[in-house]
């Protein structure tokens, strides 16, 4: 009974093995054409490679589902001969309306040209939108027909030939002079380099962007590809670079780790830019394009400038530590930087109207000319705007033409304030503004600021924090003082953090606040 029980227990489990044995092979046999089947990438590396032959038996077993399968597979289709499948291809992607729809509606015409159908070829062709077409791509062998036959194709072919009118050649040359002024600013050396460099990186941003436009209107787009792609990029640098620029000019301080942060979103979207701008030189990297796309979205290009438009707003509307002469360039880059934000964000809310037209982008780069000449006309005519100083002094001579101050009563308030900065000790307030010292004095705030610059050649910040870093040096010299840390004398004075002191104190007297006290004390 045993050996009888137990056979049918082995013939039971021999059966449940075969049935699993089964079960494992059929589903082997139907997930064998899906080992077969080819991903996007693997598609589009085929159709950079010029290798559609070798993908031909594997291209008809995969389904081909996103818009960027079908566009690239339906490449591979025309490159094998399979035109009529391709042509089916190509206008599913072009009814999908997405970024590859007037691509896709090109080789519809190629697919139609070489069919033999001419007239339907043609119809397409000039039913592209301006901007779309080339002449190289008019001039392709599949078009031979229509070139010899056709004086409507060779009128198209003529009309989107590269060339410049008098508005591109002159902003192609603004975008020259940009790059020029970006290195140099770039290049120059000077007391606040870190804002002379952020002022270069949104200068180059400007200049690259409308070089790449004009590019595009030209039609010299095909020959440079590659800055096709980068606008987008530069875009995000523009905001952070002006707004870090602006806080260095009103001598504000941030920390490295929190420029870094503005430029995270940056050097996100470079990274995703990287893969395409790679793949106009023939480098596959395998990461799917749409990832581009995702990171270079209207809505998040439009939303970050509006984001840093009011960062600088707000940065430029916080005057307490400068005169009120100071904001004259700033209120420039204020008021620019919304002006091309509105023009950015009209344009991708107009570009779905019916009314729109293409060249209505021209507005962004006219705004992004201005910019350049903006900066050109500072660094040509008043140059202390390279070196990101505080701009209190840049119109000494047609400044104060209007003022009534003479020059008795301007040194009058001048004894007046250095009485008042020596015995009432009035800088050691940390939150001291231009404002509450001209109370002090029962004067204007532009009779003070007047009498700051004229008499002094500084603005009231930088006069403040002279006699901070003075009583700084007094207070380390002083054996009372001995027990107290750097920064609390520091606060003493007025200082109100740490970065700002040692930046000015080191400015003002060539050594480190620490340096400073040991020498000090070895000389008692």
Not at 360 to 367: M, R
Request: with cysteine; aromatic share 14%; proline share 4%.
């Amino acid at each position: 009974m045993v050996l009888l029980a137990g056979k049918q227990w082995w013939y039971k489990n021999d059966a449940m093995k075969n049935k699993a044995f089964l079960a494992v092979w059929l589903l082997f046999l139907n997930a064998g054409p899906a080992f077969c089947q080819l991903t996007a990438q693997a598609i589009e590396s085929a159709v950079a490679r010029q290798k559609c032959a070798g993908i031909a038996a594997e291209l008809h077993r995969t389904p081909l589902h996103s818009e960027s399968m079908k566009f690239h597979g339906a490449v591979c289709l025309f490159r094998n001969g399979e035109t009529e499948r391709a042509l089916a291809l190509f206008r599913e992607v072009r009814q999908l309306e997405g970024q590859r729809q007037h691509i896709a509606a090109f080789w519809e015409a190629k697919c139609l040209a070489a069919l033999g159908q001419d007239s339907l070829a043609l119809a397409g062709l000039f039913a592209i939108p301006p901007g779309q077409l080339s002449e190289n791509m008019l001039r392709q062998p599949v078009f031979k027909r229509l070139a010899g036959n056709n004086p409507a194709f060779v009128r198209l072919r003529d009309s989107v030939r590269p060339q410049f009118n008098f508005w591109t050649t002159t902003l192609a040359a603004i975008a020259v002079l940009g790059l020029l002024i970006g290195v140099v600013l770039l290049l120059g050396h000077s007391r606040f380099s870190a804002g002379e460099k952020r002022l270069a990186v949104a200068v180059f941003a400007f200049a690259l962007t409308l070089a790449s436009y004009v590019l595009i209107w030209t039609g010299f787009a095909i020959r440079f590809p590659y800055l096709q792609n980068l606008w987008q990029f530069l875009t995000f640098l523009i905001g952070p670079s002006l707004f870090l620029y602006l806080k260095d000019t009103f001598q504000e301080d941030y920390t490295a780790k929190e420029a870094a942060l503005h430029y995270l979103l940056p050097a996100v979207s470079g990274l995703l830019t990287l893969p395409v701008f790679l793949s106009n030189f023939g480098i596959q990297t395998g990461i799917p394009p749409d990832l581009f796309r995702i990171g270079s979205s209207p809505v998040l290009l439009t939303g970050h400038l509006l984001f840093y438009t009011v960062l600088i707003w707000n940065t430029t509307r916080n005057d307490w530590q400068v005169d009120a002469n100071i904001k004259v360039w700033t209120n420039v880059v204020a008021r620019g930087m919304l002006l091309y934000t509105l023009a950015f964000l009209s344009y991708f809310m107009l570009v779905g109207c019916s009314f729109f037209n293409p060249q209505w982008d021209y507005a962004i780069s006219f705004v992004m000319a201005l910019g350049i000449l903006a900066v050109a006309y500072m660094g040509l005519v008043q140059r202390r705007v390279f070196r990101s100083e505080p701009i209190g002094n840049f119109f000494p001579v047609q400044k104060y033409r209007s003022s009534s101050l003479t020059d008795g009563a301007s040194i009058s308030i001048k004894n007046r304030l250095e009485r008042l900065l020596a015995e009432e000790q009035v800088f050691r307030e940390n939150e001291l503004r231009l404002t509450d010292l001209a109370a002090y004095l029962d004067i204007s705030h532009h009779q003070l600021s007047q009498v700051i610059n004229e008499q002094y050649g500084v603005n009231f910040f930088e006069l403040i924090n002279r006699y901070r870093v003075e009583h700084v040096k007094r207070l380390l010299a002083d054996p009372a003082y001995a027990q107290h840390t750097i920064i609390q004398i520091a606060y003493e004075a007025g200082f109100n953090n740490k970065v700002s002191f040692n930046r000015y104190f080191k400015k003002e007297i060539g050594l480190t606040p620490s340096a400073y006290r040991i020498r000090e004390t070895s000389l008692r």
